[in-house]
């Protein structure tokens, strides 16, 4: 019943004032968090808005990372007017009146516009064509938003008169920074678990993370007000617990710090390896809940693919690898479905990691050999003089032969009978092991 009345106190006061992420919205280049690579000291757009040279542009990035926050900025640093349109309720009608009153507005006053368009690639092709002439004759600067890959979603001719840049998530170091900032704005503090929890949980949207810190405060206030809180030190205060950033998130939890984060991984590899289905999938739910960044795991499945499948099952290569670009493309929660189904994939998939040894052998020999000469006959003969000097000299083509090989040594003589690659009998590498069978043993 208790829980019932936080709530009910924390979403009145939630309704009574301004969103925590409009109120904390910066005003200059200098107050926002993030984006380092666009807004740092002599970076690219940082340059052209100091300098005043800005055209228009593209900002394209996922939710919460500051497009609108930034394209606001940016107009502060202007002396022109900043109009704001969605591409969601906006027509055509509305580009060009908002067009028609930036004319107006620079030939009556000389100020110029800088026209805001939210989720541009919501715009079809006849209402991105309206703003082309503005555009091109420098009307109005258009700074287009977007969480769509723009080189699908934008007209080829806007795209061309526009400067593309991408907004990255943010990272958990500027996310715990914005959680500062929006405590104090709240005036209330938190724990450290409390603030790696909603930090964590963001996925890099800044947005995100300061909505959920706001419900927590208001559970906390509520909490307090009710006098059954304190800031953990006998002061009474509105502090924010884990159990209120649980709360806020509607998830629990889960303990993963750096022990956990090698063990996980280690745990999720050796399911697979072990073609244990059921285990992979439920560490690969223990690492998303809990945050792990989805393209490490990606990265892990496609080393897994080659280095415990390999020739076995040569498919698993290319369905580790569309996984890893789904989580580039889709992004979670949903390419949580594409990292699942190439999970499944790998671990039915037949195991042999005959591959991984023979390059493991391959460098050893590298490393550790004397580096012999390439073989006179494997030389380059393609240019003037090569023939005369023995390049080539020898040389078998294998296509001449209805075998489609030949015998011929293609190594330096000091790893010439070292054997590397040695097929297992598992899945698909056993038609391997079957051809390699069939020829002629090296030297025979």
Avoid: C
Wanted: charged share 25%; glycine share 10%.
């Amino acid at each position: 019943m208790s829980d019932d009345l936080f709530a009910a106190a924390a979403s009145e006061r939630l309704e009574s004032r301004q969103p925590l992420a409009a109120r904390l919205r910066p005003r200059s280049l200098d107050d926002i968090v993030g984006q380092e690579h666009l807004l740092g000291p002599g970076k690219p757009l940082r340059s052209l808005v100091e300098r005043d040279r800005l055209s228009s542009a593209l900002l394209w990035g996922p939710p919460g990372t500051g497009k609108t926050t930034l394209a606001r900025a940016v107009a502060a640093h202007t002396e022109k007017v900043f109009v704001q349109l969605s591409a969601v309720t906006a027509t055509v009608k509305d580009v060009r009146e908002t067009i028609a009153q930036a004319r107006h507005r620079l030939g009556e006053q000389g100020r110029g516009t800088i026209l805001f368009l939210d989720e541009i690639h919501r715009f079809n092709k006849a209402q991105q064509d309206a703003l082309l002439p503005a555009v091109e004759e420098g009307l109005v600067v258009l700074i287009g938003a977007t969480t769509e890959n723009p080189y699908f979603e934008v007209n080829a001719p806007l795209r061309s008169r526009s400067t593309l840049f991408r907004l990255e998530p943010l990272t958990t170091d500027a996310v715990r920074t914005l959680l500062g900032n929006g405590l104090g704005a709240e005036g209330a503090t938190a724990t450290d678990e409390a603030i790696e929890h909603l930090a964590e949980r963001a996925n890099g949207d800044g947005r995100q993370a300061l909505t959920a810190l706001e419900v927590a405060v208001a559970l906390a206030t509520a909490r307090t007000e009710a006098g059954e809180g304190t800031d953990g030190t006998g002061r009474t205060g509105v502090t924010v617990t884990l159990a209120d950033a649980e709360a806020a998130l509607g998830t629990n939890a889960l303990r993963y710090g750096v022990d956990d984060h090698y063990d996980v991984v280690s745990a999720f590899i050796k399911s697979i390896r072990g073609s244990d289905a059921d285990a992979g999938l439920y560490w690969l739910a223990r690492m998303v809940e809990a945050g792990e960044d989805a393209r490490f795991i990606a990265r892990r499945l496609v080393i897994l693919a080659s280095e415990d499948i390999g020739m076995a099952d040569p498919t698993s290569l290319l369905v580790a690898n569309a996984a890893a670009h789904a989580v580039e493309f889709v992004g979670l929660p949903e390419a949580g479905h594409n990292l699942a189904q190439a999970v499944v994939h790998l671990s039915s998939a037949p195991k042999s990691n005959r591959v991984a040894k023979a390059w493991w052998a391959a460098q050893s020999d590298v490393r550790d050999q004397p580096a012999g000469e390439v073989p006179a006959h494997l030389r380059d003969a393609h240019y003037q003089g090569a023939g005369a000097i023995g390049h080539g000299r020898g040389y078998r083509y294998p296509h001449d032969d209805p075998r489609g090989w030949v015998e011929q040594e293609h190594r330096p003589a000091g790893v010439a009978d070292r054997t590397y690659y040695e097929p297992s009998e598992h899945g698909a590498e056993a038609e391997v092991a079957r051809r390699q069978r069939e020829r002629t043993p090296r030297g025979g």
